[in-house]
Structures are given as structure tokens and as C-alpha cells.
């Protein structure tokens, strides 16, 4: 049969407010009944508590909990104090560290009551008297006053109680005294048992002992709670009353923000501190809310309202508040401070514009890459995107909630790419910080690093850069310490790596770890069905005619989308209508000769259609990308025969 605690649970309440605190303790025992009249006890305990103290506002219950000895390690019990005895108190403070424990004491007049009836129920037999130190302590002195034989066994350990009790029979013992489960197995084997029973005085006792523990308790959890609230806002005004509206909390910046400097506020009624209005009566009013915004004397205040609760019982209130200018200059130097670095990727797959199948496919090779943690190179011509596809990986990883920290490796010459990427140590060089400063692998710790243009690095930090990928740690410029790091790479280029590795202008073996993941993606010319939609997100404010957004197909876009991005801008600007049409577009396209390189290019790529499709003008305009009026338009443009 499986074993379950049975719950026997009693209050009596001091006072019938509703805001005086219950303190709740457990009686922990082995079986029901260990404890005579433990209930019982206890009312009577709480009622001469109240005649003699009646100015006590506390209230209290007692749980009896039956749990069997062997239990005890897997039962958590919840309470402002436990009160048990013997065996059990030892095995209970071995698993509950965090609540405090009170030991029933087995008195002397304990003993004396049951080896007194012990010898009137079984005669003048020897007894085993087995139990913990702090049960039997000093009842082989009984013996002469009874005048019965007794033999004393400590027990430290439940899992010995067998072996105890054979010990006792071994010694000649005809009787144990113990508690229930060495009773029980001294049963089974035929031995007569007394158990030995908790008088009133030691239960009293136990009582007393576990109000005063619980009380000290309470008041600690109270200020625990109380701190732990205001820490949680600790860079903020904190203002907290108790139930009656009296401070308990006032800190400096609410003092500052308040322009209250007054030193003795503690306990004084928070209604004679503040000034009447809004922000008082939300102070003093039963509800919480978050974020209002209320005004106090020629100030503003975003004001956020909890209460204090311990033991699901209210407590106090409390307010936190900023001055709203102070919140704004604070929000705009953080967000200049972490935007002006990079450490926030801003782009997700989202905001990806597209209809091609292509770049459909390359969208959902990405997000697969971004489940790994591998190191990805994105190889693409300029203005295809990659650092959007980067930060797009970085935001779909599991790397989102950490830093994202960009770095254009063209764009610095190489000794300052090199302190910008390791950071350096103080007195590294002159004019370096005071106390040094951190590299980009230091801030993107947790995080990801994107490396643009990787193409363009010299080889001594191509060296260095191996070493970071290859021991996972850095050392700065000018410092002999060790700093390990945990972060990706996305590197990009736009360059052909492998040709430069075959060159010797770029390492194999670093072109091997960062490209662990190619990401290659396509030139515009290759999704022209991207071109519309973009036309369009570059455009919002402005319409569009499909006229213009089939012209805007046919040109070749070599600076791809942020070169047609550019033009989109260009037309807003120059355009004065509410709606572009493919005059305007011709108009502003720049003025290229028929001899154009571009413009050979794209001749030539219609015939190798046609050839590849043997003429078939439909096959080679949807190879193209083009309508068949644009491909018809070409072909009388260029003066292409078909056959």
C-alpha cells in the first residue's frame, strides 16, 4: 500500500483582524496520536497565551503532519517552525536548512512517568531504554529510583534500530522503551514495549520555544521582502508604507527627485510628507498599476505601484518613479551608446522584401544556419545584403538576447583594426585609454561578430584572427593575460576567397573555419522578380506604375539593391507627382551609349538564351525574367532575328 501524509490541521486565532499575521507551525510526528492530545495541548497553550499577553496582535495554527520516519527526506514541508522529536528532529534539520526546527525535550518527569508504569504494567524486568541523545539523556541515573533495572542504547541512525533492540535482547533486556518504529520491530520479535510518551510541561515548552522562533522569524522574512522589493528598483525613487501608512522606505533619489530632505521620515505618515495630489492618492489608494504618469509640483513622474506580500498576506505598499526627463536623457545616452557601436542587430527575416523562389531558398538555408553555431561566410557582390542576412541570423539564433557587433574590415588601416578587434592594455602605445580598452570580441562575448569585407585583412591579422577561432580566447594589445571568448563569426565578402587563397593573398587553413557554413547570396540580376516588390517597399509614400516597375527590370542594377534602393530615393526626391511612371523613370536613369558595356552584356545574355531554348522566345524570356512585351522590346532594340 502506498504511503500518504495525513493532514490533521487546527487554528484559533488571537483577534479577528484581518491584517494580523498567522504564523503557521508543524507538528511533525510518525504516526497519529505520537503526541497525547497534541491539539488539545496546544488550545489551551494559545488561550493562557492570550490571558497573559492580550496586547499580542498575533494569530496562530498547528498542523499535525504524519510522516513515517522513512519518509522524511522526501517530504518538504512548508512552515514558519517545525516542532518534533527525537530521531525525527535529527532527520528533519538534515533536510530543511532554510526553517527553523524545534526539539521537544523528553524531561526527566517524562522518563520518570514511563518507567513508572512500565514496571506497574510488566513488573520488575531489565529495559532497554533506546532512543536519541537528547531523548534518554540521564535515565541510567533513574535506575535507584525506580528500582528497576535499565540499560541505555543511543541511537543516531533509524537504519541501526534492528540491530539495536538484538543488541538489547543479546544483553538481557526483557522490555524496550523506544519510540514506534524500534517498538515496532521489538514487537515482531516478541519483546514487550513502552513507548515513551511527551508530557504537557515538554510539549508546552516546545510551544513557547517555536513562538519565539517563529516571531524573530516573521520579522526577518519582513525585512527580507521589504529590501528585496527595493532592491528591484533600486535605481529609481522608492517610496513603501506599511498597512497604516506609515514610512518605511524612503530612499535618496526619491528624496531628490521630491526635493525632501528631511532625515527622520521613517515612521512618520507619508500624508504629511507629500504633497496633496495624484501622486499621493495612487501612493495610499488599495490598487496596483504600472507606468502612470502623474505630476508633482512642476515635475513630471512615471510612477509604478506594487504591494508587499509575505505569506499571501499585504503587508505595505510601495512606489517607484523617475523624473520622465531624467528617463529621457538616459534612454537617448544609452541608445547612442549601444547604436553608435553595433551591438544591436536591427534586421530580422522579416523585413526581407522578396517574391523570387531564389531568394526564398536562400532565406531558408539561412534561418537553418542559424540554429547551429557554426562560423558563416556570406559571400555576395556589393549591395546584395549581407550584413541584413547577418543580423538576420544573429536575431533568428540562439544567441538573439546578447550582442550583435559589426566591423567593415576596409574601412580602418590595419593597427587600428587590430586594437578595435582585441582591445589593448593600458599604456599599450601612446595615447592609449587610461585603463585600456575592450576589443570587438570582448563586447560580442556571448554574442556575434560580423566581419565585412574579411577579404581585405592583412595577413598578421589573419594570423591572429586564426588563433581566436582555433583557442576560443584573446589577449590585448600590449597585455600578457588570457581572455577567453564565446562568440560567432559571420564573416562576408565579395570577393572569390578561394581564388585569393590559391594566390597566397588569403590563409587556407583560416578561409576553412570561417567558411564551416557558405551562405552565397545572388546578384539582383538573377531574382528580377524581386524588383517590383522593392520598388514598392522603397516607395511607400509614393505610387508606382507596373510600366515603371517592368522598366525598372530591365536595367542591370551592378551595384544590385542598394543601388536600385538609391534610385527609388532619387525618384521620391526629384519626382513631384504622387505616382512614378516609366517616363520617370527613363528620365533619370543615368544616360549609357549602345556601346555600353552593360548594355553588350545584356545582349549577349539574350542570345545565349535564345540559343539555349533553340529560339523559343517564351522559354528565353522567362530564363530572363522578363515580360514578353520587355523581351520583344529587346529584341527590336538590339536588332536580334529569330528564326
Same mark, same amino acid.
Given at each position: 500500500?502506498?504511503?500518504?501524509?495525513?493532514?490533521?490541521?487546527?487554528?484559533?486565532?488571537?483577534?479577528?483582524?484581518?491584517?494580523?499575521?498567522?504564523?503557521?507551525?508543524?507538528?511533525?510526528?510518525?504516526?497519529?496520536?505520537?503526541?497525547?492530545?497534541?491539539?488539545?495541548?496546544?488550545?489551551?497553550?494559545?488561550?493562557?497565551?492570550?490571558?497573559?499577553?492580550?496586547?499580542?496582535?498575533?494569530?496562530?495554527?498547528?498542523?499535525?503532519?504524519?510522516?513515517?520516519?522513512?519518509?522524511?527526506?522526501?517530504?518538504?514541508?512548508?512552515?514558519?517552525?517545525?516542532?518534533?522529536?527525537?530521531?525525527?528532529?535529527?532527520?528533519?534539520?538534515?533536510?530543511?536548512?532554510?526553517?527553523?526546527?524545534?526539539?521537544?525535550?523528553?524531561?526527566?518527569?517524562?522518563?520518570?512517568?514511563?518507567?513508572?508504569?512500565?514496571?506497574?504494567?510488566?513488573?520488575?524486568?531489565? $529495559?532497554? %531504554? +533506546? @532512543?536519541?541523545? !537528547?531523548?534518554?539523556?540521564?535515565?541510567?541515573? #533513574?535506575? =535507584?529510583?525506580? *528500582?528497576?533495572?535499565?540499560?541505555?542504547?543511543?541511537?543516531?541512525?533509524?537504519?541501526?534500530?534492528?540491530?539495536?533492540?538484538?543488541?538489547?535482547?543479546?544483553?538481557?533486556?526483557?522490555?524496550?522503551?523506544?519510540?514506534?518504529?524500534?517498538?515496532?520491530?521489538?514487537?515482531?520479535?516478541?519483546?514487550?514495549?513502552?513507548?515513551?510518551?511527551?508530557?504537557?510541561?515538554?510539549?508546552?515548552?516546545?510551544?513557547?520555544?517555536?513562538?519565539?522562533?517563529?516571531?524573530?522569524?516573521?520579522?526577518?522574512?519582513?525585512?527580507?521582502?521589504?529590501?528585496?522589493?527595493?532592491?528591484?528598483?533600486?535605481?529609481?525613487?522608492?517610496?513603501?508604507?506599511?498597512?497604516?501608512?506609515?514610512?518605511?522606505?524612503?530612499?535618496?533619489?526619491?528624496?531628490?527627485?521630491?526635493?525632501?530632505?528631511?532625515?527622520?521620515?521613517?515612521? $512618520?505618515? %507619508? +500624508? @504629511?510628507?507629500? !504633497?496633496?495630489?495624484?501622486?499621493?492618492?495612487? #501612493?495610499? =489608494?488599495?490598487? *496596483?498599476?504600472?507606468?502612470?504618469?502623474?505630476?508633482?509640483?512642476?515635475?513630471?513622474?512615471?510612477?509604478?505601484?506594487?504591494?508587499?506580500?509575505?505569506?499571501?498576506?499585504?503587508?505595505?505598499?510601495?512606489?517607484?518613479?523617475?523624473?520622465?526627463?531624467?528617463?529621457?536623457?538616459?534612454?537617448?545616452?544609452?541608445?547612442?551608446?549601444?547604436?553608435?557601436?553595433?551591438?544591436?542587430?536591427?534586421?530580422?527575416?522579416?523585413?526581407?522584401?522578396?517574391?523570387?523562389?531564389?531568394?526564398?531558398?536562400?532565406?531558408?538555408?539561412?534561418?537553418?544556419?542559424?540554429?547551429?553555431?557554426?562560423?558563416?561566410?556570406?559571400?555576395?557582390?556589393?549591395?546584395?545584403?549581407?550584413?541584413?542576412?547577418?543580423?538576420?541570423?544573429?536575431?533568428?539564433?540562439?544567441?538573439?538576447?546578447?550582442?550583435?557587433?559589426?566591423?567593415?574590415?576596409?574601412?580602418?588601416?590595419?593597427?587600428?583594426?587590430?586594437?578595435?578587434?582585441?582591445?589593448?592594455?593600458?599604456?599599450?602605445?601612446?595615447?592609449?585609454?587610461?585603463?585600456?580598452?575592450?576589443?570587438?570580441?570582448?563586447?560580442?562575448?556571448?554574442?556575434?561578430?560580423?566581419?565585412?569585407?574579411?577579404?581585405?585583412?592583412?595577413?598578421?591579422?589573419?594570423?591572429?584572427?586564426?588563433?581566436?577561432?582555433?583557442?576560443?580566447?584573446?589577449?590585448?594589445?600590449?597585455?600578457?593575460?588570457?581572455?577567453?571568448?564565446?562568440?560567432?563569426?559571420?564573416?562576408?565578402?565579395?570577393?572569390?576567397?578561394?581564388?585569393?587563397?590559391?594566390?597566397?593573398?588569403?590563409?587556407?587553413?583560416?578561409?576553412?573555419?570561417?567558411?564551416?557554413?557558405?551562405?552565397?547570396?545572388?546578384?539582383?540580376?538573377?531574382?528580377?522578380?524581386?524588383?517590383?516588390?522593392?520598388?514598392?517597399?522603397?516607395?511607400?509614400?509614393?505610387?508606382?506604375?507596373?510600366?515603371?516597375?517592368?522598366?525598372?527590370?530591365?536595367?542591370?542594377?551592378?551595384?544590385?539593391?542598394?543601388?536600385?534602393?538609391?534610385?527609388?530615393?532619387?525618384?521620391?526626391?526629384?519626382?513631384?507627382?504622387?505616382?512614378?511612371?516609366?517616363?520617370?523613370?527613363?528620365?533619370?536613369?543615368?544616360?549609357?551609349?549602345?556601346?555600353?558595356?552593360?548594355?553588350?552584356?545584356?545582349?549577349?545574355?539574350?542570345?545565349?538564351?535564345?540559343?539555349?531554348?533553340?529560339?523559343?522566345?517564351?522559354?528565353?524570356?522567362?530564363?530572363?525574367?522578363?515580360?514578353?512585351?520587355?523581351?520583344?522590346?529587346?529584341?527590336?532594340?538590339?536588332?536580334?532575328?529569330?528564326?
Amino acid at each position: 500500500m502506498d504511503w500518504k501524509p495525513v493532514l490533521l490541521k487546527f487554528k484559533l486565532r488571537v483577534t479577528e483582524s484581518g491584517e494580523i499575521p498567522l504564523i503557521n507551525i508543524k507538528l511533525v510526528v510518525p504516526r497519529k496520536g505520537y503526541i497525547k492530545d497534541a491539539m488539545e495541548r496546544f488550545e489551551e497553550f494559545i488561550l493562557q497565551e492570550a490571558r497573559d499577553a492580550p496586547e499580542e496582535n498575533i494569530g496562530f495554527q498547528l498542523e499535525e503532519v504524519v510522516i513515517p520516519t522513512d519518509k522524511i527526506h522526501k517530504v518538504k514541508v512548508d512552515a514558519d517552525v517545525i516542532i518534533s522529536r527525537g530521531l525525527v528532529t535529527k532527520l528533519l534539520k538534515e533536510h530543511n536548512e532554510s526553517i527553523p526546527i524545534v526539539d521537544i525535550p523528553v524531561q526527566g518527569i517524562d522518563l520518570i512517568r514511563s518507567l513508572v508504569e512500565c514496571k506497574e504494567r510488566f513488573g520488575r524486568k531489565k $529495559v532497554a %531504554v +533506546i @532512543g536519541a541523545a !537528547n531523548m534518554i539523556y540521564g535515565v541510567e541515573n #533513574l535506575e =535507584s529510583i525506580i *528500582d528497576l533495572p535499565i540499560q541505555k542504547y543511543i541511537l543516531n541512525d533509524i537504519t541501526v534500530s534492528d540491530r539495536t533492540v538484538d543488541q538489547a535482547v543479546s544483553d538481557g533486556c526483557e522490555i524496550v522503551m523506544s519510540g514506534l518504529n524500534t517498538n515496532k520491530y521489538a514487537e515482531r520479535i516478541g519483546m514487550q514495549t513502552m513507548l515513551i510518551e511527551t508530557g504537557k510541561e515538554s510539549f508546552r515548552q516546545a510551544l513557547v520555544e517555536a513562538k519565539r522562533l517563529a516571531i524573530v522569524s516573521r520579522i526577518e522574512q519582513e525585512k527580507a521582502k521589504r529590501y528585496q522589493t527595493i532592491l528591484d528598483h533600486a535605481y529609481e525613487g522608492v517610496i513603501a508604507v506599511d498597512l497604516k501608512k506609515r514610512v518605511s522606505v524612503f530612499n535618496s533619489s526619491a528624496q531628490k527627485i521630491l526635493s525632501i530632505y528631511d532625515k527622520n521620515l521613517i515612521g $512618520v505618515p %507619508v +500624508i @504629511g510628507i507629500l !504633497n496633496k495630489g495624484k501622486f499621493l492618492d495612487l #501612493l495610499i =489608494s488599495r490598487n *496596483d498599476f504600472q507606468e502612470e504618469i502623474v505630476s508633482y509640483g512642476t515635475i513630471q513622474l512615471s510612477v509604478k505601484k506594487a504591494g508587499i506580500f509575505l505569506k499571501g498576506k499585504k503587508t505595505g505598499d510601495m512606489v517607484a518613479f523617475q523624473d520622465v526627463t531624467g528617463i529621457q536623457e538616459m534612454e537617448g545616452k544609452i541608445r547612442k551608446k549601444i547604436y553608435s557601436r553595433g551591438h544591436v542587430a536591427k534586421y530580422s527575416f522579416n523585413d526581407i522584401v522578396f517574391k523570387s523562389e531564389l531568394i526564398g531558398q536562400t532565406i531558408e538555408t539561412a534561418k537553418l544556419y542559424s540554429k547551429a553555431d557554426s562560423n558563416i561566410l556570406i559571400v555576395g557582390e556589393t549591395g546584395t545584403g549581407k550584413e541584413m542576412f547577418a543580423q538576420s541570423i544573429h536575431n533568428n539564433s540562439n544567441r538573439r538576447n546578447n550582442p550583435f557587433v559589426a566591423i567593415n574590415c576596409a574601412a580602418l588601416p590595419e593597427s587600428l583594426l587590430e586594437s578595435e578587434l582585441f582591445g589593448y592594455a593600458e599604456g599599450a602605445f601612446t595615447g592609449a585609454m587610461k585603463g585600456g580598452k575592450q576589443g570587438f570580441f570582448e563586447l560580442a562575448h556571448r554574442g556575434t561578430l560580423f566581419l565585412d569585407e574579411i577579404g581585405e585583412i592583412s595577413p598578421n591579422l589573419q594570423s591572429r584572427l586564426l588563433r581566436v577561432l582555433q583557442e576560443r580566447e584573446i589577449m590585448r594589445i600590449g597585455d600578457d593575460k588570457i581572455i577567453p571568448v564565446d562568440v560567432r563569426i559571420i564573416a562576408a565578402t565579395n570577393k572569390n576567397l578561394m581564388d585569393m587563397v590559391k594566390n597566397n593573398e588569403f590563409r587556407a587553413d583560416l578561409f576553412y573555419r570561417l567558411s564551416v557554413l557558405d551562405l552565397q547570396l545572388p546578384p539582383l540580376r538573377e531574382h528580377r522578380k524581386d524588383i517590383p516588390v522593392l520598388a514598392e517597399a522603397f516607395m511607400k509614400k509614393i505610387q508606382i506604375t507596373d510600366e515603371a516597375k517592368e522598366r525598372l527590370k530591365e536595367e542591370e542594377w551592378e551595384g544590385n539593391v542598394r543601388q536600385l534602393q538609391n534610385f527609388c530615393e532619387r525618384l521620391m526626391v526629384l519626382c513631384k507627382d504622387q505616382e512614378i511612371n516609366v517616363l520617370d523613370v527613363e528620365k533619370h536613369l543615368p544616360k549609357r551609349a549602345e556601346t555600353d558595356r552593360t548594355y553588350v552584356s545584356e545582349k549577349e545574355r539574350i542570345l545565349k538564351a535564345l540559343e539555349k531554348h533553340h529560339f523559343h522566345k517564351g522559354k528565353a524570356a522567362s530564363e530572363l525574367g522578363m515580360s514578353r512585351t520587355t523581351f520583344w522590346r529587346k529584341l527590336k532594340k538590339w536588332n536580334i532575328e529569330t528564326f
